[in-house]
């Protein structure tokens, strides 16, 4: 009998075997260099909580069962099949690839081997699963919990036994039909929306705790003094132990109670930054007495983050007491073969590179947070986050209201410890935006060490520290205030299409697309140079629709799968490095009309082909006072109307030198234009703006100018909606 049972017990681990070596991902649109390292033994095997480490813990990622019921069906009897968890059921790394719809359940069922000690718990932690979770061990309810993007932990000491131990998990998620927190996906996604993500789409694990343990950490650094605040929470009362270590070298100690604030003196500490992210360790040990009953390893930096004003009186980002210029990526934290979830620890390296390598030193993580290694990998390499709240219809009813506040709080105290986060964003353009005054306020109070952007992009209340525009393809910017620093939260959106590297082939989507790489370089490269002389006027930082493709979206930094980087790297590079410097001079050799009339010779015939040289006879052409256009256009100064579908207009203006340094139009546009100097096109522009814009020229533009008289020339063309045109000439002076 014996015999038989070992026969039958090892055909099932072979079977077991065969299937994980045979195991496949779905056959999805896109697929990640990573993918080929993903397999069911070996799935995001890191530790996944790297502020909080202990050694005793189990890894339950891998193949469970799987089923899609009906969402009020009791727990099912049969199973539709093998997913590999954490990748969402609607990812193809999850081998499933099924849309979970908001009248089904998503039922899991796994086992694990478990031993149960009497002075020991067993927790149960969820990096994260969208969105009503429901969990039993054993058929024994453990714990329930709501939220789409935190972690949660239940005890299951009392349901388990040793050995073998069977633990089944139910999952319900609304998608847009809902008013909970969800970030960018939709049913039907489309444009700027993306597929649905149902389940557990982060690590779950198995820890082995004390009977009184360490729950979490607060740490909170104070640079000016010198210290680093620990706060550390447990079960129940009692006493802890924690030292500071700068490599193997003890930097400070300090003992205390639990749920008491305790400082670790940081003596001329090693301060965080992009260039030089130095961090700490930081080991605490909870006391029985003299007996140690728990350990964790964790780390801290020693940074600081604020608004204030410079020597000039404008409100900046300063960090660690200087102002440091912060440009990145509206990072959307998307994968075309595991959605919310990256394949490997390799692939959010690789993103983290990326950005890095483009002479970035921030990336706005959009309507999203991820899994704490992401942090942690920013956090050592040395990259600031902007946090975005998920946003979702909320404030519909008060049950939205509260579920919105319950998940915000959740992310600020997930969050709170990583040192590369330096701005809490509740809410972007609107999307559930909703009591904006109270939840600043709440949040300046609850996390009063990181500025608050009250909402990035469109409907500006006034408060936070923040004031944040969007504006495509830009750049541009709000007037600088007295109480708020000035940032641009998106612009950009350069799209380009690369064939074979497309989540589909047709219907693709950017704000501004262009043909190839060189094309799409330029552009680039013109818009980080227009935003130097912005930068000058108060502007503190700026956000670059957007690190990679994601779905139908093809303005990304790189492909979807990440396999095409689809700008100049060192070009790209080399324009953002220019951010960080001192701001140009600007001086205008050409002035606009947005502050005083001036005066152009135009008409609304066409003209002879040679209307743009100097020595062409224009006498009798109109002359008008500028901008051209109709009342109503955004950002408009109207001096003379305008309302046919082409206008051509000269001028001519006077140098005693020769220009030099870098030539920029000042330009407002809507919508396409031509500019000459002395007869020679020097740029053509596409679309429209809403504001006027600096549009820095070719740099062999300038050797079409020379001493005396000059004459600028511009062709614009318009065909629906608002139309506009005024331009100067202007030197960027370093």
């Not at 193809?92 to 009497?118: E, H």
């Not at 006493?239 to 500071?244: E, G, I, N």
């Not at 700490?280 to 801290?300: E, H, M, N, R, W």
């Not at 020693?302 to 900046?316: A, F, L, S, T, Y």
Request: glycine share 8%; aromatic share 10%; net charge negative.
């Amino acid at each position: 009998m014996k015999r038989r049972i070992f026969a039958l017990m090892l055909i099932a681990v072979l079977s077991c075997q065969v299937f994980a070596k045979d195991w496949q991902p779905a056959d999805g649109p896109l697929m990640t260099p990573w993918a080929d390292d993903v397999s069911p033994d070996n799935v995001l095997p890191e530790y996944p909580r790297p502020q909080m480490v202990r050694d005793d813990w189990q890894n339950l990622n891998g193949l469970w069962n799987y089923a899609i019921v009906e969402k009020n069906a009791a727990k099912p009897s049969n199973w539709d099949g093998e997913i590999l968890v954490p990748f969402c059921a609607e990812s193809a790394l999850s081998g499933v690839m099924k849309k979970v719809l908001p009248d089904q359940a998503l039922w899991y069922r796994t086992t694990f081997d478990a031993s149960v000690k009497n002075d020991q718990r067993k927790l149960l932690h969820f990096g994260a699963v969208d969105w009503k979770t429901t969990a039993w061990v054993n058929c024994k309810l453990v714990g329930e919990h709501v939220g789409g993007f935190d972690p949660f932990t239940f005890d299951i000491t009392e349901a388990l036994k040793n050995g073998k131990n069977e633990l089944v998990v139910k999952v319900t998620d609304p998608t847009d039909k809902g008013a909970q927190p969800r970030g960018k996906q939709v049913l039907e996604p489309g444009g700027i929306f993306y597929t649905a993500v149902t389940g557990i789409w982060q690590t779950v694990w198995l820890e082995t705790v004390s009977e009184n343990y360490i729950e979490s950490l607060k740490i909170t650094p104070d640079i000016d003094k010198g210290v680093v605040k620990v706060i550390v929470n447990t079960l129940e009362d009692a006493s802890v132990s924690l030292t500071a270590k700068d490599g193997s070298k003890t930097v400070a100690a300090a003992k205390g109670r639990s749920g008491d604030v305790i400082e670790l003196s940081v003596k001329n500490a090693k301060l965080w930054s992009p260039d030089s992210p130095n961090l700490y360790d930081l080991q605490v040990t909870l006391l029985d007495g003299a007996k140690p009953i728990d350990s964790v390893d964790s780390y801290f930096g020693m940074r600081k983050i604020e608004v204030k004003k410079d020597e000039e009186g404008i409100n900046r980002l300063f960090l660690n007491n200087e102002v440091v210029f912060q440009y990145g990526p509206l990072d959307q934290g998307w994968w075309p073969d595991g959605l919310f979830t990256p394949p490997t620890e390799e692939a959010m390296i690789y993103d983290i590179e990326l950005t890095k390598d483009f002479g970035m030193n921030m990336a706005r993580k959009h309507v999203k947070y991820e899994c704490a290694r992401w942090y942690y990998l920013c956090d050592k390499m040395g990259l600031l986050v902007w946090q975005d709240m998920p946003a979702g219809d909320t404030g519909r009813n008060e049950q939205s209201k509260e579920n919105f506040l319950v998940e915000l709080k959740a992310m600020v105290d997930t969050l709170h410890n990583f040192p590369c986060i330096v701005m809490w964003i509740p809410f972007n353009e609107g999307w559930g935006q909703h009591d904006t005054v109270e939840v600043v306020e709440w949040m300046q109070e609850y996390d009063p060490t990181r500025p608050i952007n009250e909402a990035s992009g469109w409907h500006d209340r006034g408060s936070g520290d923040v004031s944040d525009m969007h504006n495509y393809p830009g750049p541009g910017m709000r007037d600088v205030e007295e109480d708020r620093v000035v940032v641009l939260g998106e612009f950009g959106g350069l799209g380009l299409p690369i064939e074979g590297h497309l989540w589909q082939s047709d219907r693709n989507w950017g704000y501004i697309s262009y043909k190839n790489k060189e094309e799409l370089t330029d552009a680039y490269v013109a818009l980080l140079t227009a935003m130097r002389p912005l930068i000058g006027k108060g502007l503190a930082g700026a956000v670059y629709t957007q690190t990679s493709d994601v779905e139908i979206e093809v303005n990304g930094l790189v492909t979807y799968d990440r396999k095409v980087i689809k700008l100049d790297m060192d070009r790209s590079a080399k324009a953002a490095n220019k951010l960080y410097l001192a701001p140009p001079t600007i001086e205008p050799l050409v002035k606009t009309s947005q502050e005083a009339e001036q005066v152009w010779q135009y008409t609304t015939d066409k003209p002879a082909g040679n209307w743009m040289k100097p020595r062409f006879d224009a006498s009798d052409w109109e002359t008008g006072p500028g901008g051209f256009g109709t009342a109503g256009t955004p950002g408009a100064v109207i001096g003379t109307e305008w309302r046919s579908s082409d206008i051509w207009m000269r001028r001519t203006f006077e140098l005693d030198r020769l220009a030099g340094d870098e030539l920029a139009l000042m330009i407002h546009h809507d919508e396409d234009a031509e500019v000459y100097l002395n007869g020679k096109l020097v740029k053509k522009l596409s679309g429209y703006v809403g504001s006027y814009t600096f549009v820095p020229l070719p740099e062999d533009a300038s050797k079409y100018l020379k001493k005396g008289t000059n004459t600028v020339a511009v062709h614009c063309h318009q065909t629906e909606g608002g139309q506009f045109i005024d331009l100067g000439l202007v030197l960027l002076v370093d």
